[in-house]
C-alpha cells in the first residue's frame, strides 16, 4: 500500500540494499541542501512535482529547510486523503479504496524519497536534527492510516469478497497483500493493544535513528590516525596518498588517516606489514558501540530487540524472527535455521584448516605468535602469492572505474538486454562526483535515468545500496529514476580510480538492483515491493558477467597502457576463486546467525545494555560459529542491516544464492550471453516486480524449483567426510 511504504521502506529499492560495507574517506562541502535562510516556503520546490524529466529531483534547488516543512504538509495532505477514503459513505470498491489507497500520499512519497536519499548519501547535521524530530512522527502517522477501523472495513469487506471482485492477478494481489499488511501492522487488535502497539512503533522509530547515526558518527570518529609514514609499510603510493588527503580533510596535516569500513574486518589489515598497526585497526573496528562514550549503541539495541519481541507477542507471534519471516520466501524460522546451521559447520571446518596453514606460514616466517583476527588477511594474502604466484593487487592497474562502469556494466547490459546509456550533464546532482545517464530501450525509447555515486565521503553511510528517487508505476504514470551508490575511496585530485575485485563485483551487483527497479512493469505503486529475500537475487544474478570472457576482456584493460589483462593472470583469478572461502562464509554465517539468535527470543529472554556482548559471544557458541579469528562480519552494536530493514533477515543473501547459482547455471545451458536470454529473464521476472509470488515468478523463469547443488559448489561447501 503506497500510503506508508515509503516510510519504513522508502527504500522498496533503497535498503533494498545495504550490500556491503565501507565508509567515509574524506570531508565535503555540501553541495546541496544547506541551509538559506532567504528561501521562503513559498518556494520550496518539493511542493510540487518536478518538472525535470521522469520527475527527476531538482537537487540544486533543494535546502535542508525544505524538507521538514514539506513532509509535515505531506503528512496532513495524506491524512486528508485517507480520511476521505475512510469516511465515504459509498459501498467499497477497488476503485474507490484501494487504487485511491494507492494514490494517496504523493508530497510525502516526494519529498520522503529525496530527503532519506540525502540522508544515506550525503547528509549533515541539519538532515540528521530532522531525522530524529520526524522518525516518530512518522511512525505515529503509519500507524494512524493501519490502525484505523473504518479503513480497515473497508479493505476487509473486499477481502471477503476477493474471489467475486473480477480482478486481474495484479489487482488481486494487491488487495490480499494489502489485507495481511492491515492485520500484520495490528488492525485485530483490541484498543489497549493497539495504543501499546503505537508506543512501541513511536519508540523504536527514535531508537533506529539513534542506532543508525551512532553508527555513521563513530565510524567516522575511529578513523586510525598514523604519525610516521613509515608504519604505513605495505601499502601502496595512492592508498598513502589517499590517507594524506583524508587527514588534510580533518585538518591533521601532519599525520595520516586510515577510514574504517562498516565491516568487522578491514582492507588495511591485508597489506600493513606492522603487525601493532593492524591490531590497532582490528580493536578500533570491533569496539565499534560497545566501548562507551556518546556513540555506544548496546542500549539502542537491548531497547529496539526487547521492543520487537513484544511486538511480536502482540501479534499473536513467538518471536519477531517468526513474524518477519511470514511473508518472506523462507516462511519459518524452521527452514532459515535449517539453511544456516547446515551450512556453518562445514565453513567452521574449512575456515580451520585454512588457520592452520596460515600458522604454518607464520612459523615459517620464523615467528612464534599465535593467528589473531588482525593478522588473518595479512597472511592470506601471503598464502594466496605462495600458491598461486598471485597478489590481488596487480589487478587494480586494470580496473579503471569508469572503464568498469561503461566498457564492463553497461555493456554487458547492453548486450543483454538492448538497452542504452547517454550521459545527461543538463541535470542537477547533490553532489559533485554524482552522474546521470539517460537509459534506453532497444527500439529507443526512454526506459529510465540512472543515478551513480561512487565515492566514499564523510556525509555518506557505509556499504554499497540502490534506491529509486522515481518508481515506475502504470496508475501513477511514471517511469524510474533509479541510483546505485558505493563506498569506493576516491583517489587525490589527477589520479585514475583503480578498483579492487570486490569493489568491481559489488558495481556489477548494484547495477542488479537497478535494473530490477528500471525494468520494472506494474501498474500499483505497491506491486514493486518484494519480500527481502528475494531483492537480492536479481543482484547476485548480475555478478555473474563481470568475470564473462566477452565482458572482461572489453572493460579489464590497464589504465596507462591499453593492454588487455593477460590470461595467465586471469587463469590464476579462478584458479584461486574458493581461496579463504571458509573465511568469507563462516563470517558471513557467523553474523546472519547472531540476528537470528537476537530475533527469535521472547523480551524476557533478551539482555540489557551491559549484557549485549555476553549474548553475542554465547549466541554464537551456541550456534558452532564461535571460532575467535574469525569474527562476525558485522558485529552486533554497528551491524546497520539488522536494525534497519533486514531485521531477521540478514540470511536473505545466501537464500538468494541458491537461486542466483541455479540461474547461472541456466544461463550457462542457454548460451549465456544472449539477447534472448536476456529478454526471457526481463519478461519473466526482472519486470514483474512483487506483482505475483516470488517463488512463482521464479519457476515461471526457470520451469522448475531452484535445487541447491550449484550453490555448495560455489562455495565449497562440500559435506566433511566421517
Not at 538492448?418 to 526506459?447: K, M
Not at 566514499?456 to 524510474?480: C, D, E, F, H, N
Not at 554465517?589 to 551491559?610: G, I, M, R, V, Y
Request: charged letters at 25%; a negative charge.
Amino acid at each position: 500500500m503506497n500510503v506508508v511504504k515509503i516510510l519504513a521502506s522508502t527504500l522498496i529499492f533503497s535498503v533494498l540494499v545495504a550490500c556491503t560495507g565501507e565508509v567515509a574517506v574524506e570531508s565535503d562541502s555540501d553541495d546541496v541542501a544547506e541551509s538559506d535562510n532567504a528561501t521562503g516556503a513559498s518556494e520550496n520546490p518539493l511542493l510540487t512535482p518536478s518538472d525535470l524529466q521522469f520527475g527527476y529531483p531538482p537537487f540544486d534547488r533543494i535546502k535542508n529547510e525544505h524538507f521538514e516543512s514539506a513532509m509535515l504538509q505531506g503528512m496532513a495532505e495524506q491524512r486528508n486523503e485517507i480520511e476521505a477514503i475512510a469516511s465515504n459513505e459509498a459501498p467499497p470498491t477497488f476503485a474507490n479504496t484501494l487504487v485511491a489507497m494507492e494514490q494517496s500520499g504523493q508530497l510525502l512519497n516526494r519529498s520522503a524519497r529525496v530527503f532519506f536519499g540525502l540522508s544515506s548519501a550525503h547528509t549533515n547535521d541539519e538532515i540528521e536534527a530532522i531525522q530524529v524530530r520526524l522518525s516518530p512522527q512518522f511512525a505515529e502517522h503509519e500507524d494512524a492510516i493501519l490502525l484505523d477501523p473504518r479503513l480497515f472495513a473497508r479493505v476487509d469487506a473486499l477481502h471477503r469478497e476477493r474471489d467475486e471482485l473480477g480482478l486481474d492477478p495484479e489487482a488481486l494481489r494487491l488487495l490480499e497483500e494489502t489485507h495481511q499488511g492491515f492485520v500484520r501492522a495490528g488492525a485485530l487488535l483490541n484498543a489497549s493493544e493497539q495504543e501499546r502497539m503505537r508506543e512501541i512503533n513511536t519508540e523504536m522509530a527514535s531508537l533506529q535513528t539513534a542506532f543508525r547515526q551512532n553508527v555513521l558518527s563513530e565510524v567516522n570518529d575511529r578513523a586510525i590516525v598514523v604519525d610516521d609514514v613509515a608504519q604505513l609499510d605495505g601499502l601502496s603510493e595512492g592508498e598513502i596518498a589517499s590517507a594524506k588527503a583524508a587527514a588534510v580533510a580533518r585538518g591533521q596535516d601532519d599525520q595520516w588517516v586510515i577510514p574504517l569500513l562498516n565491516t568487522s574486518g578491514q582492507p588495511a589489515l591485508a597489506r600493513l606489514t606492522n603487525r601493532e598497526l593492524r591490531e590497532r585497526i582490528y580493536k578500533a573496528s570491533v569496539g565499534r558501540g560497545s566501548s562507551g562514550g556518546e556513540y555506544d549503541n548496546r542500549q539502542n539495541i537491548s531497547k529496539i530487540m526487547k521492543l520487537r519481541a513484544e511486538r511480536a507477542r502482540l501479534l499473536g507471534y513467538p518471536s519477531h524472527a517468526a513474524f518477519n519471516l511470514e511473508n518472506q520466501t523462507a516462511r519459518t524460522t524452521e527452514a532459515v535455521n535449517t539453511l544456516l546451521t547446515d551450512l556453518a559447520p562445514v565453513a567452521v571446518a574449512n575456515a580451520k584448516t585454512e588457520a592452520a596453514e596460515l600458522q604454518t606460514l607464520i612459523a615459517a616466517e620464523g615467528e612464534t605468535f599465535e593467528l589473531a583476527p588482525w593478522d588473518w588477511a595479512y597472511y592470506s594474502e601471503a598464502l594466496r602469492a605462495q600458491k598461486y604466484a598471485f597478489d590481488e593487487s596487480e589487478l587494480k592497474p586494470y580496473f579503471e572505474l569508469n572503464n568498469v562502469l561503461v566498457r564492463g556494466v553497461f555493456h554487458a547490459a547492453e548486450q543483454l538486454y538492448g538497452i542504452t546509456f547517454t550521459q545527461r550533464n543538463d541535470l542537477p546532482v547533490y553532489h559533485e562526483t554524482v552522474r546521470v545517464w539517460e537509459v534506453r530501450n532497444a527500439d529507443g525509447s526512454v526506459l529510465a535515468l540512472f543515478v551513480e555515486d561512487m565515492y566514499a565521503r564523510a556525509s555518506k553511510r557505509g556499504g554499497a545500496w540502490a534506491m529509486s528517487y522515481v518508481s515506475q508505476s502504470g496508475l501513477m504514470g511514471t517511469q524510474p529514476v533509479s541510483a546505485n551508490h558505493l563506498n569506493i575511496p576516491r583517489p587525490p585530485e589527477g589520479e585514475p580510480t583503480l578498483l579492487t575485485w570486490d569493489e568491481v563485483t559489488t558495481l556489477f551487483h548494484e547495477f542488479g538492483h537497478a535494473l530490477h527497479a528500471m525494468f520494472a512493469d506494474v501498474q500499483y505503486p505497491s506491486s514493486l515491493s518484494v519480500p527481502r529475500d528475494f531483492v537480492e537475487y536479481p543482484s547476485q544474478v548480475n555478478e555473474m558477467w563481470a568475470d564473462w570472457p566477452e565482458i572482461l576482456s572489453n572493460y579489464a584493460v590497464h589504465h596507462e597502457t591499453g593492454e588487455s589483462l593477460p590470461p595467465e593472470l586471469l587463469e590464476k583469478v579462478s584458479a584461486s576463486a574458493l581461496f579463504n572461502e571458509g573465511f568469507r562464509s563462516t563470517e558471513y554465517l557467523a553474523a546472519s546467525l547472531l540476528d537470528q539468535a537476537w530475533h527469535q527470543k521472547s523480551a524476557d529472554t533478551l539482555p540489557n545494555a551491559e549484557g549485549v556482548l555476553a549474548f553475542e559471544t554465547n549466541a554464537l557458541k551456541e550456534a558452532g560459529a564461535d571460532f575467535e579469528v574469525v569474527p562476525p562480519r558485522y558485529r552486533t552494536t554497528y551491524f546497520s542491516h539488522i536494525v534497519g530493514g533486514y531485521s531477521a533477515g540478514y540470511y536473505s543473501y545466501i537464500w538468494s544464492e541458491v537461486l542466483d547459482a541455479d540461474t547461472v547455471q541456466w544461463f550457462l545451458e542457454n548460451g549465456g550471453l544472449r539477447r534472448e536470454n536476456g529478454d526471457h529473464f526481463r519478461a519473466t521476472l526482472l519486470s514483474r516486480g512483487g506483482s505475483e509470488d516470488a517463488m512463482s515468478l521464479y519457476r515461471n523463469f526457470r520451469g522448475r524449483d531452484a535445487e541447491i547443488e550449484a550453490l555448495l559448489i560455489r562455495r565449497g561447501l562440500t559435506p566433511i567426510e566421517g
